[in-house]
């Protein structure tokens, strides 16, 4: 039978303490031990089911993990307090001083500050490049390089990675194909095209109510491990360790995940459709206008739909802004960052989300001045969204009223 993500966190049962349809939350930061010899065995890694230390592993994380790796179908996960702190970690444990990371140049600000500034402090180096490109991507591979690292969708241009090309790349060079997959949870399975990693920052659509900052690293058990090593780990060292009572309540929303990922797919393809017929200059992977459009309708599943995000482009910055306060003032979602929250979501990524990548970049990657990214939100009617949308447009004239009138 096909992989289907949703079916196989569906099987999972954990149980509570005392038979609750939920498990026990472990609101415990240190674990005693009935015998001596079992800490010292559980401090070398050698005691199965046995807790040491919250920061290195607690129930409610590994619960958490299990359910995440079994989404994505890798042998184990480690969750982290935020997306970012399962991306520099996952990073700084495949790369020491002297090593070379090719990477997509359309990535979340964040991972690009990280890899642009902070790594050259640590010797590591990286080499930004078109990731749909395979020729480019080759050509920037050199004997230091560990490391090939994509977004299955960009932030915020909605590029689509080849994931399963990519994997052949990274296999022929020995590398590790790394992929933040956050956009995309549950449409795309980046570890059965070929990753070998795969990140979400849990912050965005598999939390999805906008409450709490969430990652992390799914991936084979012997990297999982050596992320969580006592001596070694990236994870365990540098401490972006998730609280368990977060991780119990990630857990729960995790469980409507496909079904809100299908309103959110579903509500955007209807926008993306409509603005496009109104002559919008919209970005969406699900239109057949999209360049990615035919790869990544065979990547996903298809059930999912091709995600909730969309790109318009109004012009200006100026407009962009006048646009999302009237949105906002007429309540069709909140002018915010971060995406997958049940109300739609606007910002002008040059000035926010993106302003860590320097403007000549920026023009040069497309991401201009008039683009606004939405994170489309669960909303019931959205024929009516649509309209009430329109007629902000038509207001501040970025649809002319011929268009209007049609
Ligand atoms: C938000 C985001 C991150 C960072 O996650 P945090 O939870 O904010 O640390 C990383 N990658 C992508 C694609 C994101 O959207």
Same mark, same amino acid.
């Given at each position: 039978?096909?992989?289907?993500?949703?079916?196989?966190?569906?099987?999972?049962?954990?149980?509570?303490?005392?038979?609750?349809?939920?498990?026990?939350?472990?609101?415990?930061?240190?674990?005693?031990?009935?015998?001596?010899?079992?800490?010292?065995?559980?401090?070398?890694? %050698?005691?199965?089911?046995?807790?040491?230390?919250?920061?290195?592993?607690?129930?409610? %994380?590994?619960?958490?993990?299990?359910?995440?790796?079994?989404?994505?179908?890798?042998?184990?996960?480690?969750?982290?307090?935020?997306?970012?702190?399962?991306?520099?970690?996952?990073?700084?444990?495949?790369?020491?001083?002297?090593?070379?990371?090719?990477?997509?140049?359309?990535?979340?600000?964040?991972?690009?500050?990280?890899?642009? %500034?902070?790594?050259?402090?640590?010797?590591?180096?990286?080499?930004?490049?078109?990731?749909?490109?395979?020729?480019?991507?080759?050509?920037?591979?050199?004997?230091?390089?560990?490391?090939?690292?994509?977004?299955?969708?960009?932030?915020?241009?909605?590029?689509?990675?080849?994931?399963?090309?990519?994997?052949?790349?990274?296999?022929?060079?020995?590398?590790?194909?790394?992929?933040?997959?956050?956009?995309?949870?549950?449409?795309?399975?980046?570890?059965?095209?070929?990753?070998?990693?795969?990140?979400?920052?849990?912050?965005?659509?598999?939390?999805?109510?906008?409450?709490?900052?969430?990652?992390?690293?799914?991936?084979?058990?012997?990297?999982?491990?050596?992320?969580?090593?006592?001596? %070694?780990?990236?994870?365990?060292?540098?401490?972006?360790?998730?609280?368990?009572?977060?991780?119990?309540?990630?857990?729960?929303?995790?469980?409507?995940?496909?079904?809100?990922?299908?309103?959110?797919?579903?509500?955007?393809?209807?926008?993306?459709?409509?603005?496009?017929?109104?002559?919008?200059?919209?970005?969406?992977?699900?239109?057949?206008?999209?360049?990615?459009?035919?790869?990544?309708?065979?990547?996903?599943?298809?059930?999912?739909?091709?995600?909730?995000?969309?790109?318009?482009?109004?012009?200006?910055?100026?407009?962009?802004?006048?646009?999302?306060?009237?949105?906002?003032?007429?309540?069709?979602?909140?002018?915010?960052?971060?995406?997958?929250?049940?109300?739609?979501?606007?910002?002008?990524?040059?000035?926010?989300?993106?302003?860590?990548?320097?403007?000549?970049?920026?023009?040069?990657?497309?991401?201009?001045?008039?683009?606004?990214?939405?994170?489309?939100?669960?909303?019931?009617?959205?024929?009516?969204?649509?309209?009430?949308?329109?007629?902000?447009?038509?207001?501040?004239?970025?649809?002319?009223?011929?268009?209007?009138?049609?």
């Amino acid at each position: 039978m096909k992989f289907n993500p949703a079916d196989d966190i569906q099987d999972l049962q954990y149980f509570g303490e005392f038979g609750g349809v939920n498990p026990s939350i472990s609101d415990s930061s240190t674990y005693t031990f009935l015998s001596a010899k079992t800490m010292f065995d559980t401090f070398e890694g %050698n005691a199965d089911g046995c807790y040491l230390y919250s920061r290195h592993s607690s129930p409610s %994380n590994l619960y958490l993990g299990q359910a995440l790796a079994a989404m994505e179908g890798t042998e184990a996960a480690n969750v982290s307090a935020s997306g970012m702190g399962a991306i520099s970690p996952t990073l700084l444990q495949l790369c020491g001083s002297g090593d070379h990371i090719v990477s997509s140049r359309t990535i979340y600000g964040g991972t690009y500050a990280f890899l642009k %500034n902070f790594c050259p402090r640590l010797g590591i180096k990286t080499t930004f490049v078109d990731i749909t490109k395979m020729d480019k991507v080759e050509a920037a591979i050199t004997p230091d390089t560990k490391v090939l690292y994509c977004e299955t969708v960009s932030n915020p241009l909605l590029e689509i990675a080849d994931i399963a090309s990519l994997s052949k790349i990274a296999k022929k060079h020995n590398l590790k194909l790394v992929v933040d997959n956050t956009f995309s949870p549950l449409s795309v399975s980046p570890a059965k095209l070929g990753a070998d990693i795969v990140i979400h920052s849990l912050t965005k659509y598999i939390n999805g109510s906008s409450d709490t900052l969430g990652g992390v690293t799914c991936a084979s058990q012997e990297f999982i491990d050596s992320l969580r090593n006592v001596n %070694n780990g990236a994870n365990m060292l540098l401490g972006p360790t998730m609280d368990s009572l977060r991780s119990a309540s990630v857990m729960k929303n995790l469980r409507t995940l496909h079904i809100r990922m299908k309103q959110h797919s579903q509500n955007a393809m209807y926008l993306a459709e409509h603005f496009e017929k109104d002559g919008l200059k919209v970005v969406y992977p699900g239109l057949k206008s999209h360049s990615g459009h035919h790869l990544y309708a065979n990547m996903i599943n298809p059930e999912y739909g091709f995600g909730g995000m969309i790109t318009l482009d109004v012009g200006t910055l100026d407009k962009a802004n006048e646009l999302m306060e009237l949105m906002q003032s007429r309540k069709l979602g909140y002018l915010a960052v971060s995406l997958g929250f049940y109300k739609t979501l606007f910002s002008a990524p040059g000035t926010s989300t993106s302003s860590e990548i320097p403007i000549e970049e920026q023009e040069e990657i497309g991401l201009t001045d008039g683009l606004i990214r939405f994170s489309i939100g669960l909303d019931n009617n959205i024929e009516r969204t649509y309209q009430m949308m329109k007629d902000c447009m038509t207001e501040l004239e970025i649809l002319k009223m011929e268009s209007a009138i049609n």
